[in-house]
C-alpha cells in the first residue's frame, strides 16, 4: 500500500510560479512511477506530468509543456511538479498519483493509488 500527501498549492497570480509536492509512505517509493493530475470545478480529471521510477523519462501534457517541471527525490520519497508562468486555466486541485506497473501512463485507470488533491488557484 502506498499513502500519498499532497502540500504546496494556494493562491497565485498570473505569471507566478508554485511548488507542488507529493510525499510517499508505505511501500518502497523508487518501485512507482508517478503522475500529477489536475482536475477543475465540472470537468474531468486530466493529465499533467509524469515521470518513470528512475527519474529517466518524463512527459506533459501540452497544456503545460515548457512551464511545468516534474521531478523526483527517492531518498525523500517525494515527487515534486514546479509550476513557473501560472495560468487562470491552471486553477485546479491537483493530485499526485502513483502506479506500479513499468512505463509512463497518462490516463487516470494507469494509477492504482493517489493522494487527496490539494488547490491552485491562479487569479487575473
Known amino acids: 500500500q502506498v499513502q500519498l500527501v499532497e502540500s504546496g498549492g494556494g493562491l497565485v497570480q498570473a505569471g507566478g510560479s508554485l511548488r507542488l509536492s507529493c510525499a510517499s509512505s508505505g511501500r518502497t517509493f523508487s518501485g512507482y512511477g508517478m503522475g500529477w493530475f489536475r482536475q477543475a470545478p465540472g470537468n474531468e480529471r486530466e493529465f499533467v506530468a509524469a515521470?518513470?521510477?528512475?527519474?529517466?523519462?518524463?512527459y506533459y501534457a501540452d497544456s503545460v509543456k515548457g512551464r511545468f517541471t516534474i521531478s523526483r527525490d527517492n531518498a525523500k520519497n517525494t515527487v515534486y511538479l514546479q509550476m513557473n508562468s501560472l495560468k487562470p486555466e491552471d486553477t485546479a486541485v491537483y493530485y499526485c498519483a502513483a502506479r506500479s506497473s513499468i512505463g509512463l501512463s497518462t490516463s487516470v485507470e494507469g494509477y492504482g493509488y493517489w493522494g487527496q488533491g490539494t488547490q491552485v488557484t491562479v487569479s487575473s
Open positions: 515521470i518513470s521510477r528512475s527519474v529517466s523519462n518524463t
